[in-house]
């Protein structure tokens, strides 16, 4: 009986430390929430970024994830991913519209209709989310399909958060876009928060639906934990802006071209080749139109050809006409962030232009200059008979002759060239020189 009593204690102090142990683990076990930031266009590399911060939420286990939200839009593909991966995750997503003078348009639109609780500060906007080509103008049938694609996408996404589905579709078909007091209004969103910590106090006790089940979110004593693009991913969504990837195209030519013209000069090649393939990358995620693009090919082959062919500035004319409406037609789309800026394309065209014409046209004339050193520099030249040159045909005579600031021996087959006249250097042989007499 005292055998099985002895044994009993053990048990009790046993769990009793375990009990405690875990207490204090719990008690020093810090409870966090993931912010990330999103300024820009939806690209593949915000959509890493974001499914990155999603993942690491989820590994240590925060509570939500925050993401604060400031987009004119983006690319379908990338902004589908990050919205798969929302829905897949059992960590509760916000949206958050911020700061004042924000937007949630397009892509933005569907994401905020996609989070768990979407929320938007003062002075924000969203909407406009109707569907553009990225890619070669598409026909009113396609165009149609799209459309109709995408107002299927966002209503499945507003009635699975319960939100307002005849508003989003309408901003799908008719390119809508309200305040965020009008969204609140028609329950497009949940909050209108002034900042993070209006917001935390909102979303406090709030009940989600995440694929696990139901969860009440819990802001007291959360700390905030702010994930920035990676080093790599800034330069990658930098390299993403339109204007960027012209600049590099641009670079890029002209470094092929000075290799090309001057073999082994290694560095103009290697910088080329580098801005050409960074060019390359970020146009795989724009809506390039495929004749800007042989226009501009066309312009610098014209430029080229100037310094190669007499045309009295008819192929420069038409190289930089043909320099330009390419720039302009590269990117076809209608959303202005997409497009790349007027007053990037004609600064680079008439500095491209200007370069051509003048500076490798003086180059090239330089080259073909008569020579003025060495042998093929005395032919062409005066100077000065220092003595009598008296020859006669096949049988020339040498004197002595002043040219170019040195005396030479030189000889002449005509009869006779007095001492003083003025000669002519007409070839040169060995340390010789070949005169005639200047004639008026």
Do not use: C
């Not at 983006?74 to 997503?93: F, H, Q, V, W, Y």
């Not at 348009?105 to 989070?115: E, H, P, R």
């Not at 935390?200 to 700390?223: A, M, P, Q």
């Amino acid at each position: 009986m005292k055998k099985n009593t002895g044994q009993g204690f053990n048990l009790a102090f046993i769990i009793l430390l375990s009990l405690l142990f875990l207490s204090a683990y719990s008690l020093g076990e810090e409870r966090n929430a993931i912010v990330l930031k999103i300024d820009g266009v939806i690209n593949p590399v915000s959509a890493e970024y974001i499914l990155n911060g999603i993942r690491e939420a989820s590994v240590s286990n925060a509570e939500f994830l925050i993401i604060q939200l400031d987009t004119p839009g983006g690319l379908d593909t990338s902004m589908r991913l990050i919205i798969k991966e929302m829905m897949a995750s059992n960590i509760p997503t916000v949206v958050y519209v911020s700061p004042s003078g924000s937007r949630a348009a397009s892509a933005g639109t569907f994401i905020t209709i996609a989070a768990h609780i979407a929320a938007m500060a003062p002075g924000t906007n969203i909407g406009a989310a109707h569907p553009v080509s990225m890619g070669g103008r598409m026909d009113r049938e396609m165009s149609k399909k799209v459309e109709n694609d995408a107002a299927a996408y966002i209503i499945s996404l507003a009635k699975k958060r319960g939100r307002n589905e005849s508003w989003a579709e309408k901003a799908v078909r008719k390119s809508v876009s309200i305040s965020e007091d009008e969204a609140k209004k028609e329950h497009v969103i949940d909050i209108v928060a002034e900042n993070i910590n209006s917001l935390l106090k909102e979303i406090h006790g709030r009940k989600v639906e995440v694929v696990s089940g139901e969860k009440v979110i819990h802001t007291e004593g959360i700390k905030l934990r702010y994930i920035e693009m990676t080093l790599r991913q800034r330069i990658l969504d930098a390299l993403s802006n339109p204007n960027i990837a012209y600049i590099l195209m641009i670079l890029g030519f002209y470094g092929l071209f000075f290799e090309l013209s001057n073999p082994g000069a290694i560095l103009p090649g290697v910088v080329g080749a580098i801005s050409l393939i960074l060019a390359f990358y970020s146009l795989q995620a724009l809506p390039v139109n495929y004749a800007g693009l042989l226009l501009i090919l066309l312009g610098i082959i014209m430029f080229i050809l100037e310094i190669k062919v007499v045309s009295y500035g008819a192929l420069t004319l038409g190289g930089l006409i043909s320099l330009i409406l390419g720039s302009m037609m590269l990117i076809e789309s209608p959303a202005p962030y997409m497009k790349i800026s007027l007053y990037l394309i004609l600064p680079s065209a008439a500095a491209t232009a200007t370069f051509f014409f003048f500076l490798v046209g003086a180059g090239v004339k330089a080259q073909r200059k008569k020579p003025t050193t060495g042998k093929e520099g005395l032919i062409g030249e005066t100077g000065f008979a220092k003595s009598d040159i008296i020859g006669s045909a096949g049988h020339p005579r040498e004197g002595k002759v002043f040219v170019h600031g040195e005396l030479w021996d030189a000889y002449s087959s005509e009869d006779i060239i007095k001492s003083g006249s003025e000669v002519v250097v007409t070839g040169v042989e060995g340390l010789k020189l070949i005169v005639k007499a200047k004639t008026v």
